[in-house]
């Protein structure tokens, strides 16, 4: 190997601390971006494959009923390729042992056993016989939740009359990757359920024999889907349809993209962050080698070595420190995109996991690292290569110091010398100083931006469960009903308060934009579910006109005042235009509000109520559920602390797997650019520091003066660190807000406390290893050494 | 411009020799404005093929910066400087570098070891780039450290050290060995131990040896002793006896 090859080897094992600090930082940042695009390609790929395979439709509608002719006239629409009729219904179930209310969603499967749109994977067990009306095969999850297998039974009520079904198979569905019930926060395994039973059978049991009240179609290529929708909600506005809608409004499929989008925006800015670190870093490294190198740099350049061969040697250096931070950035990431995959897979139920990791993405990873390397280093190395030979002969000129401002007030006096030392150390490089407090609290920052999600979100629970809806339970009816329904209600031993309340799908248009939701009418002075402003002060719902949640009238554009036009898409559809008199605090969902009576009216409707909302004693609960499961108008019972504890249930393992990546990275920042600050300080300062030694300074107080620096730096970073991480974690809501949720941006006391001791732990564990170094000063050799 | 007192003493030796450098109205300033340095204040030289000659100057007297610019290391303000027919004042960077890289070897007060590499590699990292040069091990073998091949700088002493950079510095087969107070951080012992093996090479391998001190009593080893001050040359001497390295003492 060449001599010169040797060196370079040897000139990284010295300095293998600091390298390997940066080499971890930059693996930290290679394996953030890794993570998240290939946890984000795997998904869509599986997604993708997953519909292929198994035939997902693109354009989805309900209807009251049609006849079953009414398939050829929908498939005779110009674009559209295939269609699949079915007859689709929400049931209740009566689980043994479990005495909680569980809801399902029955889907017919063809009667020869094979859908040609949206078929399902059995995992286990086989698909129903059509004739069989007790035959089901049930959702995976729900099945892994209540430990179900093929052979169990349960119960079930369909359409009002009660039903003993067996299980006789397990599966999956491109349609119901996400299963989160209407009403729901997340999926919740083990009270909402898919089932899939023979169309004869359920077309029987729902009166639909000869006729569907679902149907799903795919289009051909090229073909502009919203012209379809629009054809096939004027066919079926006859049968009571309630307005089509494409693939990318199909709620499994929405939700995914979303989760694409939120990673996609992480992606751009955690590896940023390291990245940027790590470029700051190699900048004071290198800068700081050539310059310690100077007169080898002038040996060489003495023997006939160019400035090209100079350059070419520390960009050497620079290269392999980037390529091993890559390389192993490549592997961690890899590792932590599966893990990642596994995770969401709790949510997301595929069939199988595609794990994809692009060339491309690890191109990027490449090009992007080294690029930000030569950045930093490329100026500090030029100017070392291009140094004359003589001139790079002569030693550094001694650092120049000069009375700190602090000097000239009374304080001054008060300080040690060593005190002194520290600050005007600090003030003599107030760019590195600076730079070095960036960096730290970088990583304090981007340990906030990466855990302020948990408290975000404990928040947003409060808001929407606890402070707006008070309600024990809600019940949903089959179908609108009469309000003398709440008698019923009423009289249900346990039950303390009773409100009904109307729900009607609408679309809400506003010049050329407008948005598909629903519409809740509640009743005026009502208890339990309240409406906030923006201030999260409930406020009362006025008599006229229509509340949107903030959001929904961002998307609008509208704001109080404005003159909104209703599309109603349920019973007779009426269309009205409906004054907008406020906006309200909604972090999940949007929705419209109204008075009770005034959506009737709109509704042109006598006192119609689509469920209601109940407080119960909570000792009274078990047999509140028998009566409701047995109730017929009653389709269905969502639970309140039910939903919170599922919801915290589900989101526990990614949460904790991503507190814990976060800490481990913010935790490499923190070491890295502590460690290296502290090694490099100390290669500066061995000398006058040993100086001390010999004039009678304890290791104790030399340690004081070297570390106290970089405490001093790391303590007025951690405030900075505080005030970026709160900005990054406000970009990071508003960038990942939808019309599904907005996170609040709220960074609670305990995310600023952990960020901020993640950050003094890391710091006094470089400082500690460096104490080590300081403590064994060979004071005869650096004394040694010519300055 | 030369001092009047200049005592020029040649003989028939310059006559037979040929010029290896010609130095014309060598001028050099450092600085700018009030902070002006003349190193260099009109230097007229000529050295010859195969003559060790010293530098002899006090602290500051300009003999560095003559022997930075002879070796291509540093760039006139004014004058000319041509090794051989090669004029080094007008030449390019690329064009130094080259100068540097085959024809001139140089030995540094402070000797400018690589730490990180031993004896022979420090050694080696100027042959791999030389186009005739002798192997690594025989240099070290005229400087007398055959033995210390695989040590690193750390674990030689200054001696050795300095006489790796001279074995360093003759492993290209240099036409110029310029040696800038070769034993200025020596001990006399160990210094005379370096100043033999620069003796010999230019004894043996007709090196021209330019060696910079501000000892006179060195100076008694050379073939001529040019005398600077104030950056002009203030006398140039032929030593008609010459003592070895060995009679040195300081």
Known sequence: MRALHRKLWRDLWKMKGQAFAIILVIVSGVATFVMLISTMDSLSLTRKRFYQDYGFAEVFASLKRAPESVKYRIASIPGVDQVETRVVADVKLNIEGFNEPVTAKLVSVPDNGKPVLNRIYIKKGRMVEPWKDNEVVVSEAFAAAHRFSPGDRFGAVINGRWKMLDIVGTALSPEFILQVRPGGISPDFKRYAILWMGRDALGTAYNMKGAFNDVVLTVSSGVNTNDILVQVDNLLNWYGGLGSYGRKDQVSHRFLTEEFRQLETSSRIFPVIFIGVATFLLHVVISRTVGTQREQIAGLKAFGYSNLDIGMHYVTMVLLIVLLGVAGGVVVGVWFGKSLGGVYMEFYRFPYLMYELRPAVVISAVWISIASGLVGTLHSVWKGAKLPPAEAMRPEPPAKYRKSVLEHIRLWRVLSQPTRIIIRNIERRPMRSLLTIIGISLSCASMIAATFFQGAVDFMVDVQFKRSQKEDMTVTFIEPTSRKAVYELKGLRGVEHVEVFRSVPARLRFQQRSYRTSIQGIEPGNRLHFLLDTDLKSIDLPPEGIVLADYLGTILGVKPGDMLTVEVLESSKPLRQVPVVGLVKQYIGVMGYMDLSALNRLMKEDRSVSGAYLSVDSLDRPEIYGKLVEMPRVAGTLVREDEIRNFYETQAEALLFFTFVATLLAGTIAFGVVYNSARIALSERSRELASLRVLGYTRTEISYIFLGELALLTLAAIPLGLLIGRGMSAYLAKAIESDLFRIPVLVEPATYSLAATVVVVSACLSGWIVRHRLDHLDLVAVLKTKE | ?250
């Open chain 2, 1 to 250: 411009m030369n001092h009047p007192t200049v005592e020029l003493q040649t003989g028939p030796s310059e006559i037979d020799r040929k010029i290896v450098f010609k130095v014309k109205g060598l001028t050099k300033v450092y600085g700018m404005a009030e902070l002006e340095v003349h190193a260099l204040r009109g230097v007229d030289l000529e050295l010859y093929e195969g003559e060790l000659v010293v530098l002899l100057g006090p602290s500051g007297s300009g003999k560095s910066t003559l022997l930075n610019i002879l070796g291509g290391l540093d760039t006139a303000t004014d004058g000319r400087v041509t090794y051989r027919e090669k004029d080094l004042t007008k030449a390019t960077e690329k064009e130094l570098t080259e100068y540097r890289r085959f024809h001139v070897g140089f030995v540094f007060q402070f000797y400018n070891l690589i730490p990180s590499l031993t004896a022979l590699e420090n050694v080696a990292v100027v042959t791999e780039i030389s186009k005739n040069p002798m192997k690594p091990a025989d240099a070290l073998a005229i400087v007398g450290l055959g033995e210390r091949l695989n040590h690193f700088p750390a674990q030689l002493s200054g001696g050795e050290q300095q006489r790796v950079a001279i074995a360093r510095a003759v492993s290209k087969n240099p036409e110029v060995l310029l040696c800038d107070e070769p034993t200025g951080a020596l001990d006399s012992a160990t210094g005379v131990v370096v100043l033999e093996a620069l003796h010999r090479i230019n004894h043996e391998l007709g090196t021209t040896t330019v060696i910079i001190t501000h000892n006179a009593d060195i100076a008694k080893m050379s073939d001529r002793v040019i005398s600077i001050s104030n950056g002009l040359i203030s006398k140039v001497t032929r030593n008609t006896v010459k003592i070895q390295p060995r009679e040195i003492h300081w």
